[in-house]
T-cell receptor, first 112, second 116 residues
């Protein structure tokens, strides 16, 4: 089984809808991250969490919120989706601050 | 602020040949980490290789090796004996050693096609 899983793998939604992307990990890592990938821009950090009680904004957090339900679970929400949030979203985990990050399989989100 | 630049949007190589992907970065930090990630058509981000800036020796992983030039702020990836399964987008990434976020800063990516 994969160490980092994301659901759904693909999602098409409409402008204004609320969307939740979920991430689970079995690596036992404390640190979890949400990144967004856009063509020509690489990946950019949306939010990160060091533990259940510690949530921090990344460089592009506007329009997004997160929830760390447990050490192993970290969800990303779009409260009111807009078309420019169409992108590939990745969850990642890391054991320590400068440890290698391991990525989930990504969620392709399309907002019409 | 740190930036990472991959100046080759697309590259191709014949199977069994060698190819080098370029990456440059800008930072005022002395200690940091550099990474190459591979993203095949499956979309999965896979770590290829990692380099600590304080290590002078270039990292190698089987057919993958890097040429780390700290003074020039260059971190290229060499793939030897290219295989069809190496077809993917490759991302160079930077992380500060002193980072309290663990934030990775990515380049724009290079799409590599290995031709039979």
């Amino acid at each position: 089984d994969a160490d980092v899983t994301q659901t759904p793998r693909n999602r098409i939604t409409k402008t204004g809808k609320r969307i939740m992307l979920e991430c689970s990990q079995t690596k036992g890592h404390d640190r979890m991250y949400w990144y967004r990938q856009d063509p020509g821009l690489g990946l950019r950090l949306i939010y990160y969490s060091f533990d259940v009680k510690d949530i921090n904004k990344g460089e592009i957090s506007d329009g997004y919120s997160v929830s760390r339900q447990a050490q192993a679970k970290f969800s990303l929400s779009l409260e009111s989706a807009i078309p420019n949030q169409t992108a590939l979203y990745f969850c990642a985990t890391g054991g320590g601050v400068t440890d290698t990050q391991y990525f989930g399989p990504g969620t392709r989100l399309t907002v019409l | 602020a740190q930036t990472v630049t991959q100046s080759q949007p697309e590259m191709s190589v014949q199977e069994a040949e060698t190819v080098t992907l370029s990456c440059t970065y800008d930072t005022s930090e002395n200690n940091y980490y550099l990474f190459w990630y591979k993203q095949p058509p499956s979309r999965q981000m896979i770590l290829v290789i990692r380099q600590e800036a304080y290590k002078q020796q270039n990292a190698t992983e089987n057919r993958f090796s890097v040429n780390f030039q700290k003074a020039a702020k260059s971190f290229s990836l060499k793939i030897s004996d290219s295989q069809l399964g190496d077809t993917a987008m490759y991302f160079c990434a930077f992380m500060k050693y002193s980072s309290n976020t663990g934030k990775l800063i990515f380049g724009q990516g290079t799409t590599l096609q290995v031709k039979p």
